[in-house]
């Protein structure tokens, strides 16, 4: 009767997350999907608010 989506059930348990451990998750996140430029992600979140669209510089 009551179905909770993936993303509805996440977003309830976060609720509860420090900010410290949101953080450090967001973190770790930039570090999986930017590898060697997370920091430069970061701090372009930091800024504008929003994920960069870096290209890709390696293949």
Do not use: C, V
């Amino acid at each position: 009767m009551f179905n909770l989506t993936k993303k509805a059930k996440d977003h309830f348990l976060n609720l509860f997350k420090s900010e410290d451990q949101k953080e450090e998750e967001f973190k770790n996140f930039l570090k999986a999907e930017y590898k060697k430029d997370w920091k430069a992600a970061y701090a372009w979140f930091k800024e504008e608010g929003s994920l960069p669209n870096f290209i890709r510089r390696t293949l």
